[in-house]
């Protein structure tokens, strides 16, 4: 088990290098880091930035769009050299609040559907929060809020995330959009290349 431990830590301290050198090289200069937590023998890695609440964790970007970036991995049950997505979550909003003013959510939680079967809501999945009046009209039973539903989606990837702040969003790339464009398509082959974490 300690031997499992240390490689589990080599490799998500190893994943989480690679998604913060993704952000610091195309729209931040604030770092991801990789935290530990241990309990009852299982081990997870917390992935985000550097904060210790939740509101401390969201950057400013060049724009001043805010973001948050999570990330929970686990030791990949089928090999030892990978980690395993549990749970992630991207998230901007526009405003000075984050906390409350967040725009868009994308959400991936495979653990979660595995462990409650309660839990009746796509894997994949992005939350708005804005204002349709039609929304407001329809009537549904047991209607939610807009922001509360689950639109299905594919799992969205950090490379995903970004290219949508530099070409939707308008937040400054480090590099310019062209190269950040490049560096971001590459990244991405990579990690479908080696399946660095298991979908």
């Not at 998500?12 to 604030?30: E, I, K, P, W, Y």
């Not at 090999?79 to 549990?86: H, Q």
Request: overall charge negative; aromatic content about 10%; some cysteine.
């Amino acid at each position: 088990m300690p031997g499992s431990h240390r490689a589990f830590r080599r490799n998500a301290s190893q994943f989480a290098a690679h998604l913060s050198s993704l952000l610091t090289r195309t729209v931040t200069d604030h770092p991801l880091v990789c935290r530990f937590h241990e309990e009852e023998g299982v081990i997870t890695a917390l992935i985000r930035f550097k904060g210790a609440t939740r509101r401390e964790r969201i950057v400013t970007l060049g724009n001043g769009c805010q973001i948050y970036v999570f990330q929970r991995v686990l030791p990949n049950p089928e090999d030892i050299r990978k980690v395993t997505t549990a749970e992630s979550s991207y998230s901007y909003g526009l405003g000075r609040d984050l906390e409350n003013d967040w725009l868009i959510r994308y959400d991936y939680v495979p653990e979660r559907s595995e462990r409650d079967p309660e839990y009746n809501y796509p894997v994949g999945h992005v939350h708005f929060n804005g204002y349709s009046e039609t929304y407001e009209d329809f009537e549904i039973a047991d209607k939610k809020p807009l922001r509360k539903l689950h639109f299905p989606t594919r799992r969205v990837s950090l490379e995903d995330f970004v290219e949508h702040l530099v070409l939707e969003l308008g937040v400054p790339a480090k590099q310019g959009d062209e190269q950040t464009m490049r560096l971001l398509a590459e990244s991405h082959e990579k990690f479908e290349n080696e399946k660095r974490t298991k979908d």
